[in-house]
């Protein structure tokens, strides 16, 4: 089929920053000092001027700043306030954007949340059948007698095309996409939002310490945020584009929106708003629901008494929780809303609805989530090792999956922490309710360079090596960190897709 274009721009991108945090680790230099005592006015004939404040920490602002100072001034402070954040970002950019290398300057080849984005604009809910780039893993839904069901065999007429996968990061296009029409470029837009997230996990890093979840200094929480950008899986998503990966890579920076919001529930409205859009980006975060809950009903340490004396004093984690859902319905209530125009049911996204798509017999067969699916994701997950030749001497991955045990060397002083503080067990049991249902899900990621679902908790793993107590300088932890950044930065450079094996797009 051919690609209707409706704008002739291309390659559009827009920067996005977003930091919720406010103030940095206990041991980054104050951003101000206060002047010495018993200093005299040059010129008494003038007005005294009030002393300036003294920042808490690198991360806070000045208390105030005069009107007058324009925004010029305005913007040095707001700079001063979020340094790091920026200069990782920009260090994340440029370094993302080289590894994309051609494709950062180009679309990538399956564009799907692009579609659905123009589709809208131009008041439908289905995407042209007209316009499709390719057949993969896009939605077909055909009445027969009256019900929805899968489309098989040759397109007709009457059929209805979707994206199959959930919609929020079409939202996050849609401004763009309103500017570039079907040419916006996808891939350079997933760079950026791959940049926004190293700084905004930095942010949420910097906000642990400052609130003593944390015992990490200033560059320490600058390694670990580099971590996740260049040692882990996050690296070869956040280069490439493509329906997929976009997601992942979205879902991260939604993790740490809704985590730097969620912790002690103190921004209940905020979590829930942040929660909604990170679970309609990818499914398996909904489950990330549980770090709020155990946040607001028993945020510890005594956690057991917390649960006992809600008998008597459930008001407050109730409104917490109210709040929480309140900022969290009015996306659910769309969702739920176009998922039942689109496939007839609140809680399909479309993937029992693919076109053509070889998961399709097992679907069929056992369902999306099934206890037969478990040996292929746990060997994908961490039995998978590199394929080594020695005639000729080449290095290859199985497209099926890679061991976390590589990916993320880390993983293994996570079993062995030196300090088990506050947020150790929400945070892993956050993971496990996330990790497990991918365990038992039709498709373990393929093609791919590591288990790539992983990816939804991988922000948590890290969460809890920051609160574990390791030191980064440990000769051990020194070679996982190095050995994962070598792993990934292999991935990086020799991954090709589904859409490059098999499509030869």
């Not at 939002?193 to 979840?213: H, N, P, Q, T």
């Not at 490439?240 to 929106?257: D, H, K, N, Q, Y």
């Not at 002083?413 to 892993?428: E, G, N």
């Not at 020194?478 to 098999?502: C, I």
Request: charged share 15%; proline share 7%.
């Amino acid at each position: 089929m051919s690609r209707k274009s409706k704008r002739s721009k291309k390659g559009s991108t827009s920067e996005q920053t977003s930091s919720q945090a406010s103030a940095s680790s206990p041991a980054a230099p104050a951003a101000s000092t206060a002047p010495a005592e018993g200093a005299t006015q040059a010129a008494p004939a003038s007005p005294p001027t009030a002393p300036a404040q003294p920042a808490d920490t690198q991360g806070e602002p000045p208390a105030s700043a005069s009107m007058g100072q324009g925004v010029g001034a305005a913007a040095r402070i707001w700079f001063s306030a979020y340094r790091v954040e920026v200069v990782l970002f920009l260090v994340s950019f440029v370094v993302l954007a080289s590894f994309s290398s051609e494709r950062f300057l180009r679309q990538s080849a399956a564009p799907h949340f692009i579609y659905q984005a123009q589709s809208w604009l131009e008041g439908r809910l289905d995407v042209d059948p007209e316009v499709l780039p390719n057949l993969e893993d896009w939605a077909c839904v055909r009445v027969v007698g009256g019900q929805k069901v899968r489309c098989e065999g040759r397109p007709l007429p009457g059929d209805r095309w979707y994206v199959s996968f959930p919609s929020f990061p079409a939202v996050a296009m849609l401004p763009f996409v309103a500017v570039n029409g079907y040419q916006f470029n996808d891939t350079s837009f997933g760079v950026i939002i791959g940049a926004l997230a190293v700084a905004l996990f930095y942010s949420l890093l910097r906000f642990l310490s400052k609130e003593g979840e944390a015992a990490r200094n200033r560059n320490e929480n600058i390694t670990l945020a580099l971590i996740l950008a260049f040692g882990t899986l996050f690296f070869y998503c956040a280069i490439r584009g493509e329906v997929w990966f976009s997601a992942e890579v979205l879902g991260v920076a939604l993790t740490c929106l809704y985590v730097r919001n969620a912790i002690r529930a103190h921004r209940p409205v905020l979590a829930g708003l942040f929660f909604s859009m990170a679970t309609l980006t990818r499914t398996p975060l909904l489950f990330s629901g549980l770090f709020f809950v155990l946040e607001a009903l028993c945020p510890g340490p005594d956690r057991l008494g917390q649960l006992r004396a809600l008998a008597s004093h459930w008001k407050p984690a109730a409104r917490k929780l109210g709040l929480f859902a309140l900022g969290a319905a009015p996306l659910a209530l769309l969702a739920a809303a176009y998922n039942l125009y689109r496939f007839g049911k609140p809680g399909e996204f479309g993937h029992a609805f693919l076109y053509n798509n070889r998961v399709n017999a097992d679907i069929d067969r056992y369902g999306l989530f099934h206890f037969a699916y478990l040996q292929r994701n746990l060997e994908a997950a961490f039995l998978k090792l590199p394929h080594v030749s020695l005639h000729p001497l080449q290095l290859g991955y199985d497209p099926n999956g890679l061991t976390l045990l590589l990916t993320l060397p880390l993983l293994v002083f996570l079993v062995i922490p030196k300090t088990r503080p506050r947020l150790h067990w929400p945070l892993w049991l956050t993971v496990a309710v996330c990790a497990l249902p991918g365990l038992f899900y039709q498709n373990n990621g393929y093609m791919q360079f590591g288990f790539r679902f992983s990816l939804d908790y991988t922000p948590y793993l890290l969460l809890l090596f920051a609160i574990g107590g390791w030191a980064l300088r440990n000769r051990f932890v020194l070679a996982a960190v190095v050995l994962g950044v070598l792993v990934n930065f292999w991935g990086a450079v020799a991954f090709h897709g589904y859409t490059e094996y098999v499509r030869n797009w």
